[in-house]
């Protein structure tokens, strides 16, 4: 499984410490470091069945700042792609994938559900 996390996030430590519990192995990549490209969000989004606004940090400093509540609804599929491959920060974290997996955010009851 691949984590992709941001190392501050206290909901991305939580999920750590779960899969850590659970004995999950999972790669860790770091959401700024290495941001998801077009092509894997977009991979990533058809796999999970989510909305595409699932995949948006919703409560971010950047997602605020760039008044994104009001361009969403407005932007083609294509442009919120472009705009989340552009910074990682945007991207809502943690975010696990594997095979047949797509999980944005931390709910220990549903990754219970869905991982095991």
Not at 73 to 100: C, F, T
């Amino acid at each position: 499984m691949l984590l992709i996390e941001y190392p501050k996030c206290t909901t991305c430590q939580k999920a750590k410490k779960w899969l850590e519990e659970n004995h999950i192995a999972y790669t860790e990549r770091h959401i700024v470091e290495n941001n998801p490209s077009y092509d894997e969000l977009k991979e990533w989004h058809e796999k999970s069945g989510l909305p595409l606004k699932k995949f948006f940090n919703t409560s971010g400093l950047l997602y605020k700042e760039l008044q994104l509540k009001d361009k969403l609804p407005a932007m083609s599929e294509e442009e919120q792609l472009q705009l989340l491959a552009s910074n990682g920060m945007l991207v809502k974290r943690p975010l696990i994938v594997d095979e047949k997996l797509v999980l944005t955010g931390f709910k220990e009851t549903e990754w219970a559900e869905k991982i095991k």
